[in-house]
């Protein structure tokens, strides 16, 4: 059990993390100041989110929870750049 709720953690923070890399990654390309509010908004909501699941994992292991992998971040921010160069 101990095992599956450490999965589940890692998991929840891997989004959290996705989230957040997301939006910095969108973020200096906004120029609109209510969106970038918004986005701000969602950022803290992705960390704190990420901080509850360190301090839960804290009682099932003395690690840190996973967070999304370079490739990962290297393919979103690929498939964004893409993207742009379509439209």
Not at 13 to 25: R, Y
Not at 42 to 56: A, L
Request: proline content about 1%; hydrophobic content about 30%; overall charge negative.
């Amino acid at each position: 059990m101990e095992n599956q709720n450490l999965n589940i953690l890692d998991e929840v923070n891997k989004g959290a993390t996705m989230g957040m890399d997301a939006i910095s990654f969108v973020n200096d390309k906004v120029t609109d100041d209510i969106f970038k509010q918004v986005l701000n908004t969602e950022y803290k909501k992705y960390e704190k989110i990420s901080q509850r699941v360190n301090d839960i994992y804290s009682h099932y292991s003395d690690k840190e929870p996973h967070e999304t992998n370079t490739m990962n971040k290297i393919m979103t921010w690929y498939r964004n750049s893409n993207e742009n160069y379509e439209r």
